[in-house]
């Protein structure tokens, strides 16, 4: 690797030379400055970090502390969102994986912090809060899909009460008042707040909900979260009075619901309408017919962080909600005049 001195010698000047053109000073002349410039393109010299960090001069890197978000795969828009701010704002994004370790987290951030990062975001595959012990010093900061309850820094999150209510507007508007909600994990933030949107869009509407049609679709400490889900299916269809629409936690809970059905002799959505939550492409666009679902705002929520820490202007430090928007696709009809038996 070309050093300074390589790039003096070739250009046939001093080393102090060379140093106040990458400094930026003004005391060289156009010709000489032309000279140097044409000396480190031809050795590929390229100043490393820790000499710009000696002049004080800004590393042009960003540091996302990501806890198990790498290998989500319907969570790392969230890093396509960052990446994209860092790429439009010419910063170099170094992305840390914590495996859920709150040691590992603090030793990324001490280690994130002695390379002089410009800024750094704390990444989690889901909406839920979190704890920063450790000591960020003056670095600017946000959070993307969590929160801690000091408020200290912007926290970009996805209005998940809002999401809940656009997934019950949707069967609603159709027409359907038998609506079953199939929900995430007991205790998940989202969980509560999806349920609060639910309840408010049916109370809207002069819907009661039905208590035994609110259930958990998905269990915590199961090797399969969804172990349980035929079962709480078979609730909802075993009495004569069944919904009609079912809203379920995630699109890939609602892709097990819909077999589940089929296997029933049910059709999707002839006989029982379905939506989703995340638009995770993968599933929604590939079910025939696809998935009508909520879309988690992932990609918006990494910009937004982005931003933020880049350029602190553009947006106050904060409890910022993105709205989770509705995705019309071919799994919500009318409802039938008669349930199938």
Known sequence: ???????AEKAGVSIKTVSRVLNGGTEVSEKTRTRIEQAMRALEFTPSAAA??????????????????TTTPDSTEIIKGIQQVCEQMGKVLLIGETGGSADVAER?????????????????????????????????TALA???EGANRYLQAVPDDEGGGY???????QAGHRKIAFLQLIPGMVATGLRMRGVRRALREHGVTPNPAWLLHGAEAGEADEFSHLAESVGRLFDNADRPTAILCGND???????????????RVPADVSIVG??????????????????????????????????????????????????????TVAAPPKKVKP
């Open 277 to 330: 939550f995340d638009d995770f492409r993968l599933i929604s666009e590939a079910l025939d017919p696809g998935l009508t679902t909520v879309a988690l705002p992932y990609r918006e929520i990494g910009e937004l962080a982005g931003r933020h820490v880049l350029d602190p202007a553009t947006q106050p430090a904060a409890t910022v909600r993105v709205p989770c928007v509705p995705v019309i696709r071919g």
């Open 145 to 147: 899909n969590c929160f």
């Open 166 to 172: 656009a997934a019950a507007q949707i069967v609603l």
């Open 108 to 140: 990324l951030v001490a280690d994130m912090r002695e390379r002089r990062v410009e800024a750094m975001l704390f990444a989690t595959p889901f909406h839920r809060q979190v704890e920063l012990t450790a000591a960020l010093g003056g670095t600017p």
């Open 252 to 266: 890939k809970m609602a892709m097990r619901v819909i077999f589940i059905l089929q296997r029933r002799g049910l």
């Open 52 to 69: 710009r960090m000696l002049r004080g001069r800004p590393t042009g890197l960003v540091a996302v502390i990501a806890e198990q978000l």
């Open 1 to 7: 690797m070309a050093t300074i001195h390589d790039v």
